[in-house]
């Protein structure tokens, strides 16, 4: 009669408890390893897109800087720049120098609270 059922014997231990825990096992580990693939598919996508966006602003940058070296190998170009830094003018012209106010008393000063309400008790008795 056993050799008219010999599935039944591989049915037991597939179905056995020990198998079925090393099976839960495996599968904890795979889907384990699974997500932290998938997490960082996600983090490369996010890198990736920075890195693009930040390849585009130095391509920018490479362009105006390039604009910038074709200005001054002109003549206008240096002209310009030693302009700006050295405030240089040409023979014949003149220099306008603009100079702040020196500050005035009027300005509030930098007290506290109780400072300003002394002063303005005091005030009140002071004679005129």
Do not use: C
């Not at 190998?73 to 240089?88: A, D, H």
């Amino acid at each position: 009669m056993k050799e008219n059922h010999p599935k039944k014997k591989y049915h037991f231990s597939i179905y056995s408890k020990p198998f079925l825990i090393v099976l839960v096992a495996v599968a904890i580990i795979l889907v384990n390893g699974t997500w932290g693939v998938l997490q960082k598919e996600i983090e490369s996508k996010k890198n990736v897109a920075q890195v693009e966006q930040e390849f585009q602003q130095l391509t920018k940058r490479k362009e105006l800087l390039k604009g910038q070296v074709q200005k001054l190998n002109t003549e206008e170009g240096i002209e310009e720049s030693l302009r700006k830094k050295f405030q240089i003018s040409k023979e014949g012209e003149k220099v306008l120098v603009v100079v702040d106010r020196a500050p005035t008393s009027t300005q509030v000063q930098n007290t506290n609270f109780f400072q300003r309400i002394w002063s303005g008790v005091s005030g009140v008795f002071k004679k005129k």
